[in-house]
């Protein structure tokens, strides 16, 4: 059996099944945007995170340097503010051609170091190798969130609304290598001490959403009229193009009129839109199935 068609989600269960978990400062193992690390003593948990971007998969040959940098860095502080918590330290992998021109490494640089200063991260090492085939960029990132206070994706409860930062959709248009990770936005939701359950969407919301609901053991309903579309995209973009590095988290309806108020006062320019709810049980609809996967 080939890995095409075999599936994304299932191969990653099935590598991190027989793991062996034996240290206790392991409060959250795989399965989250990030494993969550205890520190006796400490009024902080530390997050983990990696994170990879491959030519042609993730980024064209065509794309500026500068930008392709940029997104290697802030696909991983998007997991660390999708815990509610906030990057601090990365490790930087660089996967490059003999025939890749130095020039074009040094503006892929001059974009991760212009994220690092945006969202407070240093880049403290990392590893450069060759590859005869796709440049990649591979991320390691370590960041704290307030002791307990990481907002997981299994904390979903049935009848919770479901929410989501920004618009969707489109996101080969540019977005892709220019966005902002949610951080200020996931650290403040985070804070409330309201959200039960929260996740970025990288892979589209048709992948992501169904992977909240299983994690918290409930189903879901969308309700598509009201999904924020994003400008030159469609309501099928918006369900499974991927890449659009928003929040997407979950509330119950008692909080949620509080929640709405208090957003817009603290984000007027960042739009929070309710599309859809948690259910008792798991179910699928068809025409929601999508998303990227790799496998």
Known sequence: MKLA????????????ANLRHFRKEVA???GDDCAVITERGSRWDQLLKTDAIVEGVHFLSSAPAAQVGWKALCRAISDIGAMGGEARH????????????????????????KAGDRYGVE????????TPGATFV???????????????????????????????????RGWHLR???????????GKTGWIHAMMDLSDGLAADLPRLARASGVGWRLFEEVIPVRRGATLHGAL????????????SSENLPKLLKNWSRHFPDLSLSVIGELTPEMHEEPRQ???????
């Open 5 to 16: 068609g075999y599936g994304e989600d299932r191969l990653v269960t099935e590598l991190v």
């Open 28 to 30: 959250v193992g795989p």
């Open 90 to 113: 990365a490790l930087v992998t660089l996967g490059l051609r003999e025939d890749v021109s130095v020039a074009w490494v040094r503006r892929l640089y001059s974009g991760i170091r």
């Open 123 to 130: 880049i403290v090492g990392g590893e450069t190798v060759r």
């Open 138 to 172: 591979s991320v390691s990132l370590a960041g704290r969130v307030e002791r307990g206070r990481a907002v997981l994706r299994n904390g979903g409860r049935a009848g919770d609304a479901v929410l989501v930062t920004g618009k969707l959709g489109g996101s080969i």
């Open 179 to 189: 966005f902002h990770p949610r951080v200020s936005e996931g650290r403040w939701l």
């Open 240 to 251: 499974t193009d991927g890449e659009d590095y928003e929040l997407l988290l979950t509330i």
């Open 289 to 295: 199935a999508g998303g990227f996967q790799h496998f």
